[in-house]
T-cell receptor, first 114, second 113 residues
Framework: QKEVEQNSGPLSVPEGAIASLNCTYSDRGSQSFFWYRQYSGKSPELIMFIYSNGDKEDGRFTAQLNKASQYVSLLIRDSQPSDSATYLCAVNPAGGTSYGKLTFGQGTILTVHP | ETGVTQTPRHLVMGMTNKKSLKCEQHLGHNAMYWYKQSAKKPLELMFVYSLEERVENNSVPSRFSPECPNSSHLFLHLHTLQPEDSALYLC????????????FGEGSWLTVV
């Protein structure tokens, strides 16, 4: 069973702090990795994707990938109350399909308190 | 405004009813998906259509029947559902030209009574 594991939280951080969200995956051949944000009652919204080992930064968000450890993380700097949401990690497994076929984690609930 | 639109946004149906969910993507993508999101469970992939051909059917009960008449439209036909089928049904699309990043619609909240 190919799985994606996330700590369901809730993770609570104060406004202005760094929020660190973690994800591990079981399929060692996985090729691409995605972070989605989902507000309560809404659909998932893509934040970032990462394909290569290392860090990828986009504004206040940094995705980190370590394929050897099968680990991907999302850092949110200067966290704001509006960042409070569920963050979903998704992995596109190995297989060479011509379409996306994401396996999602259960999501981590993040709460940023003023 | 999302590039993937779903209707209806909310649906309540009895177990003997037949209804359909509709999805339309305006992004020029060539793959479309149905996902199911239930409380306390990860998003589950139900069906994938790539170039209008069904390429994935993840052991979904036959009471769910997808239809993809063209690359922009996707339907999910529902009949004789069970209360445990109540969930958020998400349509999504992607393109092989843009790395197959998946973009979701707003979802259809389904309640089976």
């Amino acid at each position: 069973q190919k799985e994606v594991e996330q700590n369901s939280g809730p993770l609570s951080v104060p406004e202005g702090a760094i929020a660190s969200l973690n994800c591990t995956y079981s399929d060692r051949g996985s090729q691409s990795f995605f972070w989605y944000r989902q507000y309560s009652g809404k659909s998932p919204e893509l934040i970032m994707f990462i394909y290569s080992n290392g860090d990828k930064e986009d504004g206040r968000f940094t995705a980190q990938l370590n394929k050897a450890s099968q680990y991907v993380s999302l850092l949110i700097r200067d966290s704001q109350p509006s960042d409070s949401a569920t963050y979903l990690c998704a992995v596109n497994p190995a297989g060479g399909t011509s379409y996306g076929k994401l396996t999602f984690g259960q999501g981590t609930i993040l709460t940023v308190h003023p | 405004e999302t590039g993937v639109t779903q209707t209806p946004r909310h649906l309540v149906m009895g177990m003997t009813n037949k209804k359909s969910l509709k999805c339309e993507q305006h992004l020029g993508h060539n793959a479309m998906y149905w996902y199911k999101q239930s409380a306390k469970k990860p998003l589950e992939l139900m069906f994938v259509y790539s170039l209008e051909e069904r390429v994935e059917n993840n052991s979904v009960p036959s009471r769910f029947s997808p239809e993809c008449p063209n690359s922009s439209h996707l339907f999910l036909h529902l009949h004789t559902l069970q209360p445990e089928d109540s969930a958020l049904y998400l349509c999504a699309s992607s393109s092989t030209k843009t790395g197959n990043t998946i973009y979701f619609g707003e979802g259809s909240w389904l309640t089976v009574v």
